[in-house]
């Protein structure tokens, strides 16, 4: 599977911004997706998960409330909605195929480019 991040740029600390992940391949809906970023200097953060059906999510606790995570199967995408953002949430995010569903701890299988998010304050 090969997977392309998008939606990522500059705002300012409370506004919003929409991160997509397109996928390829026909078993994206099979998948279990999340996003993680990383921030320069930092190790690897999870962000948010959301099982193959979109019916269960999970989150990091310092998005809990303001990201939502989401999916549309039929167009192989999975989306996150940030709200609130906050200079901390500055980072390259980057969206993965989950493996398993074991959280708070996650690990991904395959993962594509990242999109920069940048929050000014």
């Known amino acids: 599977v090969q997977l392309q991040a998008s939606g990522g740029g500059l705002v300012q600390a409370g506004g919003s911004l929409r991160l997509s992940c397109a996928a390829s391949g026909r078993t994206f809906s099979s998948y279990n997706m999340g996003w993680f970023r990383r921030a320069p200097g930092k190790e690897r953060e999870f962000v948010a998960a959301?099982?193959?059906?979109?019916?269960?999510?999970s989150y990091a606790d310092s998005v809990k409330g303001r990201f939502t995570i989401s999916r549309d199967n039929a167009k192989n995408t999975v989306y996150l909605q940030m709200n609130s953002l906050k200079p901390e949430d500055m980072a390259v995010y980057y969206c993965?195929?989950?493996?398993?569903?074991?959280?708070?701890?996650?690990?991904?299988?395959?993962w594509g480019q990242g999109t920069q998010v940048t929050v000014s304050s």
């Open positions: 993965a195929v989950v493996r398993g569903w074991s959280p708070p701890i996650f690990r991904y299988d395959y």
């Open positions: 959301i099982k193959w059906s979109g019916g269960t999510t």
